[in-house]
């Protein structure tokens, strides 16, 4: 199952039961980076790359993390005021006392105008649950693109209206894309309809160079295109950063700092060995190129 697939599966609300012991079975084997060097470049993970090890033991996993040199979070998992099952602050405090920040978080509701008082009033709770854990963003993970920018439209002021009151609250409201959003509606490319009728000052967009790359279109290009957008990126590949040849990711990270990259984040959906050393090789290809600062 794709991440998606998962988020739209409810996998959003609780980080789900895991069966058996192998996912931690060699978790704290993993060698990490622990350099002066390494702290120098503020790395950071969506913790959804280790979703199974979140689910079993969340506190040995971020101490893996840590290990492995990584400094920013960006949570998946969210129910009703908690973080994988802990009180926000509480969350907060594991991670910093392992020296990292709770700087992000996905989650997210689609829309439907009949239930907006509800849905408004769920994002209110979910945003001050994101300040309590520290974060400086809060960004919807997916949608269902409509087929007519009637229904774009309706999205569009949606985020508007999430983004005021995520900024009322000090804290910053975003979205991230799948390919679906390159799909072409009544003549337009969705995502692009999606950034010029949504306000800068209220939505950022959090650009998944993996899936803008599955999209059909070239990062590089979105970067330049609507320069100063995307402060948050996604870095991504089809499995462990860089190994797949597709991406390059050194014209991306070139792009993403001269319009503006604030933060960035590791993401690893599928695997080819075990989960901890996808995401370990992601860091240190990272951790060892040259264009990331």
Not at 57 to 77: F, I, Q, W
Not at 204 to 232: C, H, I, T
């Amino acid at each position: 199952m794709d991440r998606l697939e998962f988020l739209k599966k409810g996998a959003l609300v609780a980080a789900g039961t895991v069966v058996g012991g192998s996912v931690l079975s060699g978790l704290m084997g993993v060698s990490g980076c622990s350099t002066a060097a390494a702290k120098q470049k503020k790395i950071g993970l969506q913790l959804y790359s280790l979703r199974d090890a979140m689910g079993q033991n969340p506190a040995a996993t971020l101490k893996l993390v840590a290990d492995m040199g990584y400094k920013e979070l960006e949570t998946a998992s969210y129910n009703d005021g908690k973080l994988y099952g802990f009180d926000p602050k509480e969350f907060r405090k594991m991670a910093e006392d392992l020296g990292m920040s709770v700087s992000s978080a996905h989650l997210g509701q689609g829309y439907d105008p009949e239930k907006d008082a509800e849905i408004m009033e769920w994002w209110k709770k979910a945003l001050d649950t994101q300040v309590a854990a520290g974060c400086r963003y809060t960004v919807q993970p997916w949608m269902e693109v409509p087929d007519s920018l009637d229904g774009l439209k309706m999205y569009c002021d949606y985020y508007n209206k999430v983004g005021e009151l995520a900024k009322s609250k000090g804290i910053r409201f975003g979205f991230h894309n799948h390919a679906g959003e390159f799909k072409v509606v009544e003549g337009q490319v969705a995502y692009d309809y999606l950034i010029q009728n949504t306000s800068p000052d209220l939505v950022f967009y959090q650009m998944d160079v993996y899936w803008v790359n599955k999209g059909g279109k070239s990062p590089v290009e979105y970067l330049n295109k609507y320069a100063g957008r995307f402060p948050v990126l996604h870095i991504k590949d089809e499995t462990i950063i860089g190994d797949s040849g597709e991406l390059d990711f050194g014209s991306i990270f070139d792009a993403a700092y001269k319009q503006g990259m604030e933060d960035y984040y590791v993401e690893v959906e599928r695997y080819t060995l075990p989960a901890e050393n996808c995401v370990e090789k992601s860091y240190d290809f990272l951790f060892n190129a040259d264009y990331v600062k």
